[in-house]
């Protein structure tokens, strides 16, 4: 058995994923617990996780939820095939799965072969016919550049930001309520040309979580009436007149609303 690791590779965009909210809706928070615990044991196993003994029990323990709500979860993984099966017993449950990713987040020193992974991680068995016959030196470099400008032209447009049904998949997304992703989208097509850079998924991505740190942490504030603090009393309250303008994100009062342009007039002479 590997030795065991204290860490596990993560994609660092895994609440943009719209399945990660349709699994967490269905099962709750904690199906996230469940995923990260099942990757961990595929981190243990190079991604060959033996359901054997009382698997499922133990993964519930892990998780701290019922060992059917647990079933249900592995069993929307396989469908949704995040999860992999690698062998299957005579009744015709699972008896290994795998990640189907695991190779994605985990490269081996021999590429050509991890599609023939084994238990151990790598089919080592020898080939048994030269793979690729040899061809001219200057066309095989033709070739390579041929390969390498189509592998460019491919992540240029996967990266770039045109899709509009990835756009529009922002839009259905939960993490984003409250964002005008159109708005946003329109701000940073003008903003990254201007600085000379290249608006891409990711680069979009980030845009709107700085969007979403930026914008106010204050629900159903009132704007109808002005929010500028008077004396009341012994305490300082709302104005709570109609509102006229907004000034510096308040709202004020045709009263609050002249006394702050005095006041600005005073200040510049």
């Known amino acids: 058995m590997p030795p065991i690791k204290r860490y596990f590779h993560c994609s660092q965009e895994i ?12 099962f709750g928070d904690r199906f996230i617990l469940t995923w990260l615990q099942i990757l961990i044991y595929l981190e243990r196993t190079d991604n060959h996780w033996r359901l054997v003994g009382d698997w499922l029990a133990v993964l519930s323990r892990s998780v701290r939820q019922s060992s059917a709500k647990v079933r249900r979860q592995v069993g929307q993984l396989v469908a949704k095939e995040w999860l992999l099966v690698g062998e299957v017993a005579a009744d015709g449950s699972p008896l290994v799965l795998k990640g189907r ?3 994605k987040y985990n490269k081996s020193r021999y590429p050509q072969k991890d599609s023939l992974q084994t238990a151990s991680g790598i089919d080592t068995s020898p080939l048994r016919s030269v793979p690729f016959p ?4 200057d066309k095989e470099e033709e070739k390579k550049g041929m390969q390498g400008e189509a592998r460019s032209v491919q992540k240029r447009s996967r990266a770039a930001v045109c899709d509009v049904e990835w756009v529009q998949s922002l839009k259905e997304n939960p993490v984003y309520t409250g964002i005008d992703i159109d708005l946003e989208h329109k701000k940073a097509s003008v903003w990254y040309p201007e600085h000379n850079r290249q608006l891409t998924r990711r680069a979009f991505v980030n845009w709107l979580i700085k969007a979403m740190s930026d914008k106010p942490m204050i629900a159903n504030k009132d704007t109808s009436t002005c929010q500028e603090r008077v004396q009341r009393g012994a305490f300082l309250k709302p104005c709570g007149e109609p509102s006229v303008v907004q ?11 002249e006394a702050y342009e005095s006041r600005i007039s005073r200040t510049a002479t």
């Open 134 to 137: 040899s061809v001219p030196k």
């Open 15 to 26: 609440l943009a994923d719209p399945e990660i909210w349709e699994m967490i809706n269905e």
């Open 247 to 257: 000034i510096g994100g308040q709202p004020r009062c045709q009263t609050h609303k």
């Open 101 to 103: 990713n695991w190779l």
